[in-house]
């Protein structure tokens, strides 16, 4: 198992980051405390030499929630928003570079003298390939059908071309107006 | 001094129940919501590899990583509604402009 100066430090950052990301006021805050308690979780499995999965959380974490960071902004027009003073920002922006940046660094440090601080044992790739490939074939290709539906139904959701037609002729404000004074000038041809 | 594999199931707890926590009091913010969703993820995920690095098993790395496939597969379909929500919503905000 891990040292404790290791648990300790990834999981406060884990937890104080969980925390912060529910109880924040703001969406955009909240995604950036969502993205350090990836990176602190992903520290406690570097530290369980569990390093593929490490990677495959930070990356599906950030880019899931980068993508969503920049949705939800659109949608609920975050800069009408704005009530932090540009101080207080750029404080919080210059947190979010240095703990990750901090994590990181504490574990360059702690992975090349390894006494007593991470597992003995390098995590094998090999050996995930072969049990992934032989007896967790099925539960793999359960999970392969899973994500390409996923994509499929996506997909088939956002090329919906039909129902955006439909849509533009009914609600074009344009048409609509134009129809509204049409209409008693043919009344009164009629 | 080291860690027992129960403190770090115990962090895994925590981590889950925040997470369960972030449902129940933040119901109305689907943003909030599905963030707390991956926290009970991760707290799944961290507790498979704690188990795989206990008892020298890989299996419970493999479980993890099917974790982070659903987690992933979830966010995209999440993101699909909320584009599908956003459209809606403009199409009707069109509507009332015209009336």
New interface residues.
Partial sequence: ????V??AVF?TV??FS??A??SARK?LY??LW?VQ??AA?SG??VC???R??AF??LS??VS??L??LT??L??FDASKREGDSEKGKGAFFAAMVVLPAAECAWLFSRLPSGE?AL?SGD??FA??GM??YS??AV?LIA?AL??TG??V??TT??MNKKDDAR?HV????V???TELRRLPVERRSL | MTVEPAHMMLAAFLLASIGVWGILCRRSDPMRCLASVQLIFWGAALNFVTGASLFGDVSGTVFALFAVCVTAAQAATALTLFYLYYKKRSEVSRKDDAL
Wanted: aromatic share 10%; hydrophobic share 65%.
């Fill in positions: 198992m891990i040292s404790a290791d648990f999981v884990a937890l969980a925390v990301s529910v969406t909240a995604v969502q308690t990836a979780v406690l499995m369980l030499n569990a593929f999965i495959a959380l599906t974490a899931v929630f993508t969503f949705f939800a659109i949608i007593g597992a995590f094998s050996a995930l049990l992934l007896h967790y539960c999970a899973v994500l996923t994509m139904g996506v959701l956002m849509a009914l609600s074009d404000p048409e609509g107006k």
